[in-house]
């Protein structure tokens, strides 16, 4: 079992940054992909980066490349999301998730674990 909370959301404005965390318990992170996802109202959740266990694989979704981080330091059981440059479209509550495999997936159903969410919003 993984048991995983998010932080670090909040209200910003359009250009500002925020950083997110996830951090794990329950079992070492160094074994597990984390995925970052986000729901916006009314929209599907949707994948928006990937890292693999040892950190040597990583993947974004093409709204966020260039702007959006993803990083872990498995010493921590953490695992980061760096979002720079924010849009108001960026607004969503953003899940962290984990799998028992080395490498990340940006399907929601290959991930065993869920974080309960941070909320994100960026006004205009």
């Known amino acids: 079992q993984v048991q995983l909370v998010e932080s670090g959301g909040g209200l910003v404005q359009a250009g500002d940054s925020l950083r997110l965390s996830c951090a794990a318990s329950?079992?070492?992170?160094?074994?597990?992909?984390v995925g970052w996802f986000r729901q916006a109202p009314g929209k599907e959740r949707e994948f928006v980066a990937g890292i693999g266990s040892t950190g040597s694989r990583i993947g974004y979704a093409d709204s966020v490349k260039v702007r959006f981080t993803i990083s872990r330091d498995n010493a921590k059981n953490t695992v980061y999301l760096k979002m720079n440059s924010l849009k108001p479209e960026d607004t969503a509550v953003y899940y962290c998730a984990a799998r028992s495999v080395a490498s990340y997936s940006p399907e929601r159903s290959a991930y065993d674990y869920w974080g309960r969410g941070a909320q994100v919003t960026v006004s205009s």
């Open positions: 329950g079992r070492a992170l160094s074994v597990v992909a």
